[in-house]
């Protein structure tokens, strides 16, 4: 029997201007361009509820892609004085060769940092990774990850290049069950590895007081990249969910999901409490996680 989800093909983001992303990427992160910016395909457009002047430019780093969407008219910006413990954070992880040289290339592109004192290095018990958080121009999230061993490690060992990929895109959620069920129920994800992440060098990484996070990492039947969970016992987030941003609004990272029945999908989705918007011809469907994350389903070609 064929999985719901086969795999993660991609990332989407909303973005105010795609030359200011461009170069972002490119030379921050080392990000080259697949295509010039172009109309949105239609079906993914329509499962969206974008307008056909919605443009996306697409990107890559090693295997894994990109697209940055400008929709016209724009939605809302992205929220002021963000958190790691808001609902609508996601962010995305990218491994890295050397910490220092990396840290010297994305200074040139003066990211905001989310980060305090620069990258951590975390203890063995929440997996002795050495990261880093910042945001992009629009104020979406990003993390420079390096694996001392073990399988993620070796997952990258022969990547080229300083910046290797990204290896998982990370979200917030309130509802650790429901955010889980979501995710290994329609969808199919399995849950591969979970912990308890906290301490001082955590609340660096976060910059957030004395936290206390879930973090959960489900996988498709091809697992690379993969969904992480991050939920924050403490401290509680004062925004609301689920989040109250759709596909035009630059609060909004997309998980793009190679689906071979994206209409099945959208009609098992909305069985299950979440309903969503499914292209006329079938080929794309889009909807929304419990805490408003977005999800968008492709007919792979």
Avoid at 176 to 201: C, I, M, V, Y
Avoid at 239 to 253: E, L
């Amino acid at each position: 029997m064929t999985a719901p989800v086969q795999s993660i093909l991609g990332f989407g983001r909303t973005v105010a201007d795609l030359a200011a992303t461009e170069a972002f990427y490119r030379d921050g992160l080392g990000f080259t361009r697949i295509a010039p910016p172009e109309p949105v395909p239609a079906a993914h457009a329509e499962a969206m509820g974008l307008g056909p002047g919605a443009r996306q430019l697409r990107m890559r780093l090693g295997a894994q892609a990109v697209t940055f969407l400008a929709a016209d008219p724009p939605g809302a910006p992205y929220p002021a004085d963000p958190l790691a413990t808001d609902p609508f954070f996601q962010h995305l992880a990218i491994p890295v060769r050397d910490m220092d040289a990396a840290m010297a290339r994305l200074a040139g592109v003066n990211p905001a940092p989310i980060s305090r004192g620069g990258p951590q290095v975390l203890p063995p018990t929440s997996g002795g990774v050495t990261a880093y958080k910042f945001r992009d121009p629009d104020g979406h999230p990003l993390e420079l990850i390096v694996f001392p061993d073990g399988s993620p490690a070796a997952r990258w060992r022969d990547a080229p290049g300083l910046f290797l990929g990204i290896d998982h895109s990370a979200i917030t959620v309130t509802d650790l069950d429901a955010a889980r069920a979501f995710l290994t129920g329609p969808l199919g994800l399995r849950l591969a590895q979970s912990g308890l992440n906290r301490g001082a060098e955590q609340a660096r990484l976060d910059g957030v007081d004395d936290p206390q996070v879930d973090v959960l990492a489900l996988e498709p039947p091809e697992p690379a990249p993969h969904v992480e969970l991050l939920h924050y016992r403490t401290p509680a987030t004062t925004r609301p969910t689920p989040a109250p941003y759709g596909p035009r609004d630059r609060a909004t990272t997309r998980f793009i999901l190679a689906a071979a029945d994206p209409a099945g999908l959208a009609r098992a989705l909305a069985a299950a409490g979440f309903p969503g918007r499914v292209s006329a011809d079938g080929a794309a469907a889009y909807a929304a996680g419990p805490d408003g994350h977005g999800f968008l389903f492709v007919r792979p070609e």
